[in-house]
Nanobody
Framework: QVQLVESGGGLVQAGGSLRLSCTVS????????MGWFRQAPGKKRQFVAG????????YYADSVKGRFTISRDNALNTVYLQMNSLRPEDTAVYYC???????????????WGQGTQVTVSS
């Protein structure tokens, strides 16, 4: 069973930064793309950022381009989300997920973490 454990969420003022981490169990981490999603109260879960297994292909939602950076360290089985210039509208529970097929929707991801809360105060 693959397990994903997120950390790094918290409360930050607008304009501040946070770095989320997601550590994945198992020996095949580098074979899979990874993604970050978020879900705000009363809203649908939305894609934030994705990265392929080697880290050479990276893509972002328009709402976070230029502010967030996704990266991975395959030696540590960990994917990161560096979030800068945070805004109150970034407030959500953030989830990491493992990608198992082509596509950008959450149906392309098979294993999910438990989520970590990010709250940005104005």
């Amino acid at each position: 069973q693959v397990q994903l454990v997120e950390s790094g969420g918290g409360l930050v003022q607008a304009g501040g930064s946070l770095r989320l981490s997601c550590t994945v169990s198992g020996r095949t981490f580098s074979m899979y793309g990874m993604g970050w999603f978020r879900q705000a109260p009363g809203k649908k879960r939305q894609f934030v950022a994705g990265i392929n297994g080697s880290g050479t292909n990276i893509y972002y939602a328009d709402s976070v381009k230029g502010r967030f950076t996704i990266s991975r360290d395959n030696a540590l089985n960990t994917v990161y989300l560096q979030m800068n210039s945070l805004r109150p509208e970034d407030t959500a529970v953030y989830y990491c997920a493992r990608k198992f097929r082509v596509g950008y929707s959450d149906t392309s991801y098979d294993y999910w973490g438990q989520g970590t809360q990010v709250t940005v105060s104005s």
